[in-house]
């Protein structure tokens, strides 16, 4: 059984394929050399989540380093395995490394079985009466929910035969890290889904209020497999909150949806037309990417959440729709450097939910209304941080300011802290007339 981005023993259909019959199953994590391209928090993370994996099995899990079309294939012919069960992978890396593993696999005289998906429903399978694919969220999601999902199944019970009998490169190193990250693991996730079950009820009236701990952090332990998704959709309701939370659920399956079909789409406009649209990248605008990066655009909402970011590896949703808008329509910068930025400090960096919820606010993804997307952070602020206290807790230098008058321009500033970069009605004029260049030149 090789291990990926299900790092569980319960509810695992690849696992228990392996187990079948009662076969001995070698427990198998691949470090492998591309994972130096992903950030630290995430790396770390994903150390901390193993180790936990591996005391969950009695410490059997194997670890071996290099590419895994070399390394699987070797793995399976000192232990005598004809047979490595997988969980299926449908991001454009994962598909092109299994691709490989499998045909090395395939002139050992071994198979590689990929079984189950991190998913619901698998991308791909989500399709209109013609077969062809859902452009937009609200019609997929629909669909999505009519074609279901199999009930949640329990931990199988395995045998063993690991470390130490099986030798062993040992686990990944945990690159340092200040960000403050989640408890790790499959049991940890658990517990943070009991905690928050109770108050999901409220998801729709609370999520999108930062001050609050109003959404379930679940993120990362969704994107390394601590738990399925089926798992928390069998314990929803037909209450308007329940629905509501579902619905995000099914937003992650859409993007991973379009990315699958898609694979361009991770680094390159969906839409492409869109490319035509000027987009500033010079040294000014590298200058104004490293304030929007460290925070200090003086736009207090703005500035709380990429503090956010670097100091937990996390942020509020609504807070990156904020963030995003930002860059693309007041700075006029690239989707893809801030699209960049949120994967080398995201614990939950997931590249089809990033890099399209990047394009879904750039509008040049899915259910693309760029003209109706510019947020106003000043106005954003006061309806979703009324009293201030996101801002806050992450911005000291305001810390003085009291209630919604945080989020004033002008509002007297402390010196220690900057007046806004740019004037938001100024920049927004300048957006809309450059999408309207794009609109008016595609005709």
Known sequence: MWFRRDLRLADLPALQAAAAEGRRVVPLFVVDPAFERSGHPRRAFMADCLRALDESMGGSLVYRHGDPAQVVPALAAEVGALDVFVTRDYGPYGRARD?????????????????????????????????????????????????????????????????????????????????????????????????????????????????????????????????????????????????????????????????????????????????????????????????????TTGYPIVDAGMRQLAASGWMHNRVRMLVASFLVKDLHLPWQWGARHFMRHLVDGDLASNSHGWQWTAGTGTDAAPYFRIFNPTTQALRFDPDGDYVRTWVPELAGIAGGAVHEPGARRPPDYPQPMVDHAVERDEALHRYRQVSVGSR
Not at 165 to 178: E, H, I, L, Q
Not at 189 to 206: I, K, M, N, S, T
Not at 221 to 239: F, K, V, Y
Request: with cysteine; glycine share 10%.
């Open 99 to 295: 691709a490989a593993v499998g045909a090395a696999l395939g002139r050992a005289g071994a198979r590689l079985h990929g079984i189950g998906t991190p998913y619901a429903v698998p991308p791909g399978d989500v399709n209109k009466a013609d077969g062809t694919a859902y452009a937009v969220f609200t019609p997929f999601s629909k669909m999505w929910r009519a074609h279901g999902w199999g009930a949640p199944s329990g931990t199988t019970d395995v045998e063993w035969f690991g470390a130490p009998d099986v030798p062993c490169d040992g686990p990944p190193a945990r690159p340092a890290t200040n960000a403050v990250l989640p408890a790790a693991g499959e049991r940890a996730a658990h517990r943070r889904w009991d905690e928050f079950l109770p108050a999901v009820g409220d998801y729709r009236d609370v999520r999108n209020l930062p001050a609050s701990d109003g959404t379930s952090r679940l993120s990362a332990a969704l994107r390394w497999g601590l738990l399925h998704p089926r798992q928390l959709l069998a314990d929803l309701l037909p209450q308007p909150g329940h629905d509501t939370f579902a619905s995000e659920l099914a937003w992650r399956e859409f993007y991973a949806d379009v990315l699958f079909r898609r694979p361009d789409s991770a680094s390159s406009n969906l839409n492409a037309r869109m490319a035509a649209m000027a987009v500033d990248t010079d040294a000014a605008a590298h200058e104004r990417f490293r304030r929007w990066a460290a925070g």
